[in-house]
Structures are given as C-alpha cells and as structure tokens.
C-alpha cells in the first residue's frame, strides 16, 4: 500500500543508509573501492537535475509541473514504452555529458588561475558585451 509506506518511509529509510555507511567507512577494504559508473555519473549531478524537466519529461501539469515521459517513439509499437524510455534516456545523458564540458570550458575561460587573466577576459568580455549593445542600437535606429 502507497500510503502505509509513505507513513513509515521516513522513520526507516535512514536504517540501510546508516548501515552502508558504518561498514564502508569501519573496513578498509571497502573504503578504497568504489564504482566507476556511478563515480562518472556523479560529475554530471548538476546538469542530470537540470535538465531531468527540459529533457527527459515533458510538462502538462497544473503550473507547467511535468506528468509524462516525452515521447520520442510511438506508444503504439511493441515495446514501445521501453523503447521511449531509452531514446530519451539517451538523450538526456547525451546532452547532460555534453553541458558539463560545456560548462567546464566556460568556467576555465572566464575564470583561469591568473590574476592578470582573469582581469583581461572580462575586459574583453565587458567590451564584447557594450559593443553588441551599441551595433543593436545602431541596427534598429531608422
């Protein structure tokens, strides 16, 4: 039942928790290994969260909130659910990958290690910035 679960769930959901963490953290053996896939995929948490609305579900509900899995194959096929399910899947790893170095480059070239540099990129990109304003207002005047 749904709802005697959702009465019990939070007072027993920190018991495995607890567990998994007592004993990796009392035995050493436990403490050096970890899972690759899971150690990769958390590098993309941030973009995973973000895009989980804009990607993987559309939004129908009340106040735009999402209530269905977009829909990249046809229901109607065999296995058709499933089949959605991983294209979209796909996609939405795809592009969250993709966001992160996206992400990290920008970061690495608005903000470098150097003092010096980071005061010339944002010149550059402030002058960049009043330039794109100023050719706007010279576009639009008649």
């Known amino acids: 039942d749904k709802f005697a679960y959702n009465r019990m769930h939070p007072y027993t959901s920190f018991v495995p928790i607890s567990c998994f963490l007592v004993l990796r953290n009392c035995i050493p053996f436990l403490r050096q290994r970890y899972l690759w896939l899971f150690a990769y995929v958390g590098k993309f948490t941030l973009e995973t969260y973000i895009f989980q609305f804009h990607i993987w579900m559309k939004t129908t509900g009340l ?8 829909q990249l194959v046809p ?19 795809l592009v969250s990958v993709r966001m992160f170095h996206i992400t990290t480059l920008l970061r690495d070239l608005l903000i470098p290690e150097s003092n010096a540099l980071i ?5 550059c990109l402030c002058a960049a910035i009043a330039a794109s304003w100023i050719a706007t207002f010279a576009i639009r005047s008649p």
């Open 119 to 123: 005061a010339r990129h944002w010149v």
């Open 63 to 70: 106040n735009g909130s999402p209530k269905h899995l977009m």
């Open 75 to 93: 229901a109607w096929l065999p296995a058709g659910f499933w089949m959605n399910l991983a294209a979209c899947t796909f996609v939405y790893l």
